[in-house]
């Protein structure tokens, strides 16, 4: 027993061990060398694909508007040749003016619209380039004899029409076969860059999301591949631990090699031992204790020993054999599905909320839209202790599977919405099943992790859902501007259901979901919550920057964003493209903010900086409506959220130590709090909307999350210094 407790799962050595074998894991870099060749084969493709496409778009794309502006043209020419051939001069023809601005105002591609008589005066004209021009000023004949590009306004490409030639009507020159006067479009030169640069950026967007799905796809195909390798591997973690209890199944895969076979049968006949001598030991201590009795030293000292043993490793009751380890990259997809379904909606849900405005009048349109938003984050923040239990009660694989389902019908019923009442309720039900899902799938991570590998799981989880963050707004746009808000949703739809068969094929089938003894972490304990909140640092903790931090980062990504680029005339792919951005930057600078905020024990300065950050990311928007102010903002938010995540959950982990309270209680009623109010943030945003403006609602909520950062600064102090927390509830 003394050799055992120098040698136990434990031991300084044995974790030494355990982080050089990590280092040279054979399998795991296999996975990652092949997953990083095909990616960049994929990519490499994509982007000369890419480049092919956007190299012939310009010689296309300009002739193509020119063609156009050439048959409005001829349109508007016939209509004036009527009046030219009933005799009315090109100066005295009434309604011209109106006629020109009605056609700028129905083509965005067409600047302006003039037209000149032979002398190159400018009789009528409409649009912003040619403002200051009248009827006095002549164009010089040598610029309108010139090229088309700058003919009557510099940065415009002029595409000019003869008026009545032949003399009809005399003409406005004198002689017969002179035209009477020139019709002039001229196509915006930025419109054709704007238009260049958006495609660029939408194939640039593709192909991000092309290489995120990829590999998603190829991560679960090359652990399929090596389902049995892996298997072996995470076995043998276990059993390096202590953990005896899993048994390996006869293999089926008849490509199976005989050397693998002999690995395997090895392996499995080892853990039998093992248990068998166990078990083996067990039974002569109950022998033992028959036949000297309970009182004899001998059998004290010998149960003792016993104990000791079961205390360190982890051996099988009554031969029962636990499944294998479960490789938790199976649930990177299912999620990463799910969130997929749920993102793609973020660019146009406030735009197609609206569309129901009228159905209340007594409130204001933008109020209307922050109603289902605030709504899906409150029933979703409300549902999480249920969820959890639920989750347990069921199981996992049926939770996930129900989540999933109900996240699937309740999008499509969103779909068919009708009026603003069925939005509302179709957006609560898919709160619901996204609630399960998400607290299902931690649950998962705990079920099969343990203390030392938890962080990693949850790493796992966490990278699904922010992979899907960064595909879900920018394809949601693209696919909405091109088939509509309801096809969109449906789509969503079929994503949630591949979702949660995917979790049944990939992940769970055939094993047993119980739940283990510390299942209960998943939800806040009520009894843990009265000492959280007598502790003020909890408290400040939560007033003064979880609270505020997460009413930015719904009032921003979900109302106001969407709402300002839809009211400055931006398309749902530049919305998308946009709200990409936060989670782009959020996930380059959170790891980052996490270590630096560990090394340095700055938590607290992390989060005020955190808030401060969010005021500063307003300026952009505030100071220029240039196309580059908006990404930079969010961009701008995104970093300044990631500095505050990790900090926040470290400071909880520690306060709950300090109080003796269970950590995962703690972060329970963190996660609780914050999403309540993230349900918050819509309506806030949107009432000081109503009243100011997009703009200066986004600035409003900056202030308030800058000055609750300089409170939390002056009011936070810390005890001791905090250790790194393992974050078990990163979501």
Known sequence: MTGAGRSGPDDPARRRHRRRHRRRDPITALVLRLTIVTVAVLLLAAGAASWLALRSFDPLFQPELARKAQTVGGLIVAQIDRGLGVGIPLDRMAGLDALLSAEVGRHDDIAYIAVTDPDGRIVAAAGSPLDGLDGHAAVPAGRLGGPADGRLARGFVDVAQPLAVGGQGGGQGGWPGASAGMLHLGIDAAFLAKASTDLALDVLSVVIVSVLLIFEVLQLVVNLAMRRALTLRLLADRVEEGDFRAALPQASDPAETTGDRAVESGLRAALDRVNDRHAGLAAQVAELRRRLGADDPRVGRAEAGLAALAGRFRFREAGAAEPPPLNLVFLRLPVFLFCLSEELSRPFLPAYAKSFAGELPWLTPDMVVSLPITLFMLVWALSQPGGARLSERWGRARSFTIGALLGAVSLALTAGAGSLYELMLWRCLTALGYGLVLITAQGIVVDHTTPRNQAAGMAMFIGALLAAGVCGPVGGGIIADRIGFRATFLLGAVLALGAGLSVSLL????????????????????????????????????????????????????????????????????IGRVQMMYFVAFILVSPLAAGLSDRWQARRGFIAAGGIGTLASCLPILVTQAPWGAPLAISLFGLSQALVGAPQLTLVSQIARDGGLPETAAIGWYRLIERLGGALGPVAAMGVAVATSYREAMLGIGLLCGASALLFWILFRTRRPAAPAVRPQEA
């Open 507 to 574: 992940l769970l089938r055939g094993r047993s979901t119980a739940r283990r003894p510390d299942g209960a972490g998943m939800r806040p304990a009520l009894g843990s919550a009265l000492p959280l909140f007598r502790d003020l640092r909890f408290s400040a903790l939560m007033v003064l920057s979880a609270i505020p931090t997460k009413i930015a980062a719904t009032a921003f990504l979900f109302c106001l964003v969407p709402l300002m680029l839809t009211a400055d005339g931006a398309s749902k792919a530049e």
